[in-house]
């Protein structure tokens, strides 16, 4: 689900009720995830933080001796780490608060513990890409940092528009990404009347990222929504 | 104020119909009363007949009158006498004969009592071969109208004269009545407006005093008595709005262990297939509550007012292809494949509408396809211009069609679909409803209604059908804010 790398970083895991706390710690380990330190109050929690700075905070908003949107306020004191919350408040007004906060997500209980993964992931990759920039997929991979391709040992520039596009895209790597949110990430906010263009540029991506760009198998189309990039499985890469 | 317009229209056709009532009775009256009075012949044919009843005796003495014309003068108590036309004087006399009666009459004499009396008697005069007959009645039988002349203009106007008479006494008797109700029209308005604001919701008060205290007192104490009941069914409103939003929030973290340890042991290889297998159900069922007590939850709010819509002009179509995405993201089992079979590439179709609801609407949707088909299904998604003008990539001619108001979110499958009685049970329900069952032993209601709610707070509608497909179909209908906007279509390369 995520490069290894990512696997190897600190969560920080802040919820009230211990058999949540086990739950989701056991969700994390299965998932390849060691480091994990829980904490059921704000004061562990903040203790725990000063400690060590975690490198992803799952907090819950409902905490014995305060709540978690205050916490995130402690926190940013000393630490910029992601910050998702894990909360039953799902209002609109407590998440747009979370995120007004600067969280990087908000996710409301009950969850599917797989979605918590996917996200996690999400986040530790945006967050730490600068750390590994590269993107590998089946036949070649892409260095987000430079903006390049490297097939066959080549390497093939992209361009703005297409550096763009494989950033969003890996960003949601094995998730559909909808039509208008590609053309807005690449047209800004206005983006009707796009579609045709964005299929031009994925159709030059296709061909700087694909061994047969008329049959794709890392960048598919899924017919009416949007597009998918398709991860490398390990040991498939032939860059 | 209508009410009291049309009080007052009602009054002046009510006094119409009294007048031409009243001038058709007194017509008729008069009628009876002068034919009564013609009853006996008048005075005036009195004298014409006994006139032509004088004859001259044979012997050239004198003059007698014909027996019947005698008894007639004798009924009615009246003399007579015959004036020579040339010598003016009496040739001729009823015995009767008063002694104050002249016998010798001059020009002016005579055309005096043509127009009126002779010593008090009314007398009447008739012309025959032998002179002039004049008839004088009892004194107090007839008055006389002795100098009956008209102007002529006032005759030649009399139709007019009369209209205006009868317009002015309209207008007076209006007038009376105005004045008469005045007091009692000021009394109802405030009560009438009084009335008519009640319906409305907002409160109302009057003063209490004028002709109709009692009514208005009435009225105001209605007004509070609804305000009171208003009052407490918001509160209850709210009580049980936020006992769900309690009873919601509180569940959610039970349920997430709950949901948490059954995906676990569901993808547990160790464990059996069949523990796999109650576990993956305990976790279906439990996504079951979840949806349930999250629908319930906003359907609750919505019902109540308690979650306003922030409607702004939307592009539909990025939002039910972002809630497919969602959906196929979620969908690891890839058991529900979602086909978009919408125009491609897709118009933007702008509604206002609140996104989220929106989105929740028609995830709630793709939802209701999942859970009715365990076994897997594909879902069909198109969004379109209804009125049949989707299946072109024109924008011109779209705009040009003029009758496309609506645009069209269908989700359908080709599942287990509906009979028909659960269908219209479906379309006919405006409550949460639970439906005894569908093929899959799945109710249907609550994330359905929660579908309309959204879709009407938008200013939509839903409906539902069998698809074409097989399986069952819901139409989101929400009204077209502008005219597709088309994609850059016939420049670009074409994928």
Same mark, same amino acid.
């Given at each position: 689900?995520?490069?290894?790398?990512?696997?190897?970083?600190?969560?920080?895991? $802040?919820?009230?009720?211990?058999?949540?706390?086990?739950?989701?710690?056991?969700?994390?380990?299965?998932?390849?995830?060691? =480091?994990?330190?829980?904490?059921?109050?704000?004061?562990?929690?903040?203790?725990?933080?000063?400690?060590?700075?975690?490198?992803?905070?799952?907090?819950?908003?409902?905490?014995?001796? #305060?709540?978690?949107?205050?916490?995130?306020?402690?926190?940013?004191?000393?630490?910029?780490?992601?910050?998702?919350?894990?909360?039953?408040? #799902?209002?609109?007004?407590?998440?747009?608060?979370?995120? #007004?906060? #600067?969280?990087?997500?908000?996710?409301?209980?009950? =969850?599917?513990?797989?979605?918590?993964?996917?996200?996690?992931?999400?986040?530790?990759?945006?967050?730490?890409?600068?750390?590994?920039? =590269?993107?590998?997929?089946?036949?070649?991979?892409?260095?987000?940092?430079?903006?390049? $391709?490297?097939?066959?040992?080549?390497?093939?520039?992209?361009?703005?528009?297409?550096?763009?596009?494989?950033?969003?895209?890996?960003?949601?790597?094995?998730?559909?990404?909808?039509?208008?949110?590609?053309?807005?990430? $690449?047209?800004?906010?206005?983006?009707?009347?796009?579609?045709?263009?964005?299929?031009?540029?994925?159709?030059?991506?296709?061909?700087?990222?694909?061994?047969?760009?008329?049959?794709?198998?890392?960048? $598919?189309?899924?017919?009416?929504?949007?597009?998918?990039?398709?991860?490398?499985?390990?040991?498939?890469?032939?860059? | 104020?209508?009410?009291?317009?049309?009080?007052?229209?009602?009054?002046?056709?009510?006094?119409?119909?009294?007048?031409?009532?009243?001038?058709?009775?007194?017509? &008729?009256?008069?009628?009876?009363?002068?034919?009564?009075?013609?009853?006996?012949?008048?005075?005036?044919?009195?004298?014409?007949?006994?006139?032509?009843?004088?004859?001259?005796?044979?012997?050239?003495?004198?003059?007698?009158? /014909?027996?019947?014309?005698?008894?007639?003068?004798?009924?009615?108590?009246?003399?007579?006498?015959? @004036?020579?036309?040339?010598?003016?004087?009496?040739?001729?006399?009823?015995?009767?004969?008063?002694?104050?009666?002249?016998?010798?009459?001059?020009?002016?004499?005579?055309?005096?009592?043509?127009?009126?009396?002779?010593?008090?008697?009314?007398?009447?005069?008739?012309?025959?071969?032998?002179?002039?007959?004049?008839?004088?009645?009892?004194?107090?039988?007839?008055?006389?109208?002795?100098?009956? *002349?008209?102007?002529?203009?006032?005759?030649?106007? +009399?139709?007019?004269?009369?209209?205006?008479?009868?317009?002015?006494?309209?207008?007076?008797?209006?007038?009376?009545?105005?004045?008469?109700?005045?007091?009692?029209?000021?009394?109802?308005?405030?009560?009438?407006?009084?009335?008519?604001?009640?319906?409305?919701?907002?409160?109302?008060?009057?003063?209490?005093?004028?002709?109709?205290?009692?009514?208005?007192?009435?009225?105001?104490?209605?007004?509070?008595?609804?305000?009171?009941?208003?009052?407490?069914?918001?509160?209850?409103? /709210?009580?049980?709005?936020?006992?769900?939003?309690?009873?919601?929030?509180?569940?959610?973290?039970?349920?997430?262990?709950?949901?948490?340890?059954?995906?676990?042991?569901?993808?547990?290889?160790?464990?059996?297939?069949?523990?796999?297998?109650?576990?993956?159900?305990?976790?279906?069922?439990?996504?079951?509550?979840?949806?349930?007590?999250?629908?319930?939850?906003?359907?609750?709010?919505?019902?109540?007012?308690?979650?306003?819509?922030?409607?702004?002009?939307?592009?539909?179509?990025?939002?039910?292809?972002?809630?497919?995405?969602?959906?196929?993201?979620?969908?690891?089992?890839?058991?529900?494949? +979602?086909?978009?079979?919408?125009?491609?590439?897709?118009?933007?179709?702008?509604?206002?509408?609140?996104?989220?609801?929106?989105?929740?609407?028609?995830?709630?949707?793709?939802?209701?396809?999942?859970?009715?088909?365990?076994?897997?299904?594909? @879902?069909?998604?198109?969004?379109?211009?209804?009125?049949?003008?989707?299946?072109?990539?024109?924008?011109?001619?779209?705009?040009?069609?003029?009758?496309? *108001?609506?645009?069209?979110?269908?989700?359908?499958?080709?599942?287990?679909?509906?009979?028909?009685?659960?269908?219209?049970?479906?379309?006919?329900?405006?409550?949460?409803?639970?439906?005894?069952?569908?093929?899959?032993?799945?109710?249907?209601?609550?994330?359905? &209604?929660?579908?309309?709610?959204?879709?009407?707070?938008?200013?939509?509608?839903?409906?539902?059908?069998?698809?074409?497909?097989?399986?069952?179909?819901?139409?989101?209908?929400?009204?077209?804010?502008?005219?597709?906007?088309?994609?850059?279509?016939?420049?670009?390369?074409?994928?």
């Amino acid at each position: 689900m995520g490069a290894d790398y990512l696997k190897q970083k600190h969560i920080l895991l $802040v919820d009230d009720e211990p058999a949540l706390l086990a739950l989701v710690t056991s969700v994390l380990e299965q998932e390849g995830y060691p =480091f994990i330190r829980t904490a059921a109050t704000a004061a562990e929690a903040l203790s725990a933080a000063r400690a060590s700075a975690p490198d992803l905070a799952i907090l819950d908003v409902m905490l014995p001796d #305060g709540n978690g949107f205050d916490l995130l306020v402690k926190l940013r004191v000393f630490t910029d780490c992601p910050v998702l919350f894990l909360t039953a408040r #799902g209002e609109e007004e407590d998440r747009f608060r979370g995120f #007004g906060l #600067g969280a990087d997500d908000y996710m409301v209980k009950p =969850f599917s513990p797989r979605e918590l993964l996917y996200r996690v992931a999400a986040i530790l990759r945006r967050t730490y890409r600068d750390e590994d920039p =590269f993107v590998e997929l089946s036949g070649c991979r892409i260095d987000l940092t430079r903006a390049e $391709v490297i097939r066959s040992g080549e390497r093939i520039p992209l361009t703005a528009k297409e550096y763009e596009l494989l950033s969003v895209l890996s960003r949601n790597s094995g998730r559909i990404v909808t039509i208008d949110a590609l053309c807005e990430a $690449v047209w800004g906010d206005n983006p009707y009347g796009y579609e045709n263009s964005l299929m031009a540029h994925i159709r030059r991506i296709r061909e700087k990222i694909e061994q047969d760009p008329s049959h794709p198998v890392s960048l $598919v189309t899924v017919k009416g929504l949007g597009y998918k990039l398709i991860p490398a499985k390990s040991g498939q890469n032939a860059s | 104020m209508k009410d009291i317009l049309r009080l007052t229209r009602r009054f002046a056709g009510i006094m119409t119909l009294s007048f031409c009532l009243l001038f058709a009775v007194n017509i &008729l009256l008069l009628s009876v009363i002068v034919s009564r009075q013609n009853s006996n012949g008048g005075p005036w044919t009195i004298a014409e007949e006994t006139a032509a009843a004088i004859l001259p005796l044979p012997d050239g003495g004198g003059f007698a009158l /014909t027996p019947e014309a005698e008894a007639a003068l004798q009924n009615c108590g009246a003399w007579a006498v015959l @004036i020579d036309e040339t010598t003016l004087r009496t040739v001729w006399q009823t015995e009767d004969l008063p002694p104050s009666v002249p016998a010798v009459y001059s020009a002016s004499s005579i055309a005096g009592l043509t127009r009126g009396y002779i010593d008090g008697y009314p007398t009447f005069t008739a012309s025959c071969g032998f002179g002039l007959m004049v008839l004088g009645f009892p004194r107090e039988s007839y008055w006389k109208h002795m100098w009956p *002349s008209w102007d002529y203009q006032f005759i030649a106007h +009399v139709p007019q004269i009369f209209l205006l008479f009868a317009i002015s006494n309209a207008v007076v008797i209006f007038l009376i009545y105005l004045t008469a109700n005045y007091r009692l029209l000021r009394s109802i308005r405030p009560i009438a407006a009084g009335i008519q604001t009640l319906p409305a919701g907002r409160p109302v008060h009057i003063a209490e005093r004028g002709l109709l205290s009692g009514l208005a007192a009435s009225l105001n104490r209605t007004s509070e008595l609804l305000k009171n009941q208003q009052y407490e069914l918001r509160r209850k409103e /709210t009580a049980r709005a936020n006992w769900i939003a309690g009873v919601s929030h509180d569940i959610r973290t039970p349920l997430s262990m709950v949901m948490g340890h059954a995906e676990q042991l569901k993808e547990d290889s160790i464990l059996p297939p069949a523990q796999q297998k109650k576990a993956a159900v305990i976790l279906r069922e439990s996504e079951r509550i979840r949806d349930l007590v999250s629908n319930l939850n906003l359907a609750s709010k919505l019902e109540y007012n308690m979650q306003p819509a922030c409607l702004k002009p939307e592009n539909v179509t990025a939002i039910v292809r972002q809630a497919a995405a969602d959906f196929i993201n979620a969908d690891i089992e890839e058991k529900y494949p +979602v086909e978009w079979i919408g125009a491609q590439p897709a118009f933007a179709y702008t509604v206002m509408a609140d996104r989220e609801l929106l989105s929740r609407a028609v995830m709630n949707l793709f939802h209701n396809c999942k859970n009715h088909n365990e076994d897997g299904c594909t @879902i069909y998604v198109s969004v379109e211009a209804a009125g049949g003008a989707t299946d072109t990539n024109s924008f011109c001619r779209i705009h040009g069609t003029g009758s496309d *108001s609506l645009c069209r979110i269908r989700i359908e499958d080709d599942g287990a679909g509906l009979s028909d009685e659960e269908l219209e049970r479906l379309r006919t329900a405006s409550r949460p409803i639970a439906s005894d069952s569908d093929e899959s032993g799945q109710p249907h209601g609550l994330g359905l &209604l929660l579908v309309r709610q959204i879709a009407e707070v938008s200013g939509g509608t839903v409906e539902m059908d069998h698809s074409n497909h097989g399986g069952f179909s819901v139409s989101i209908m929400l009204p077209l804010l502008r005219v597709p906007f088309s994609p850059d279509a016939d420049n670009t390369p074409q994928e």
